[in-house]
């Protein structure tokens, strides 16, 4: 099969489409998984014993089982127990629990990271727990944990893709519904291949930046 430049230009807009949906679904999904995984790094650390055990519980389970068997069973499984949902907010709600739980192993690295002489002086200067935390711990927890998030936003970007199983129009989907409407693959996910490229470079420039910062 050659390239056909005329079928690849008209391709474009439909491909555009799945770029604007793979944008957002990806803040969307990142502002859940980021702001998540921030309390239920706090949550766990300021639980009981009973309450730690249960978010742990939590987080093993949407890391230990795949992503795509997860939105197999809301998309799937749950309206045949009365629960339907659209594709697009069950693809952002999966996208970002999942990795609200790995962001939330993240942020509690960074928690442990911090020395405890600096909670003895909190306690020292007589500031409340609550101020403590929002002060002085979760922006430490947030600078040490910046570079590895945003290689969570990144895996999260191309992980957008698995979403073309239940039909969101991501630039997955729509390579792959123009490839099968004109039986033309070469040119739709060649295109699509070079367009997550591109996409993934502001990511890797400012992982880039912030592991120097960082380092």
Not at 89 to 103: M, N, Q, R, S, T
Not at 168 to 190: C, D, G, I
């Amino acid at each position: 099969m050659t390239w056909d430049w005329s079928f690849a230009l008209a391709s474009l807009p439909d491909l555009m489409v799945g770029v604007w949906y793979t944008i957002l679904v990806t803040v969307a999904a990142s502002t859940i998984a980021l702001i998540g995984g921030l309390l239920l790094a706090i949550l766990e650390s300021v639980s009981t014993t009973v309450g730690r055990a249960f978010v742990r519980f939590w987080l093993e389970l949407f890391r230990g089982v795949p992503t795509l068997v997860l939105l197999y069973f809301v998309f799937y499984a749950l309206p045949s127990a009365g629960i339907t949902l659209p594709a697009i907010p069950i693809g952002i709600a999966v996208l970002g629990i999942v990795y609200a739980a790995y962001c939330s192993e993240v942020y509690r690295g960074s928690l442990i990271t911090i020395p405890r002489e600096l909670r003895d002086a909190c306690v020292a200067l007589n500031l409340s727990r609550y101020i403590m935390w929002q002060r002085v711990l979760v922006p430490l927890m947030i600078q040490r944990a910046v570079p590895a998030l945003l290689n969570y936003v990144l895996g999260m970007f191309r992980e957008t893709a698995v979403l073309f199983a239940i039909g969101v129009p991501v630039l997955m989907s729509q390579a792959n519904e123009v490839s099968y409407e004109h039986f033309r693959y070469l040119e739709p996910f060649t295109i699509a291949g070079f367009i997550y490229f591109g996409l993934n470079v502001p990511f890797l420039f400012l992982l880039s930046r912030a592991k120097d910062k960082h380092g």
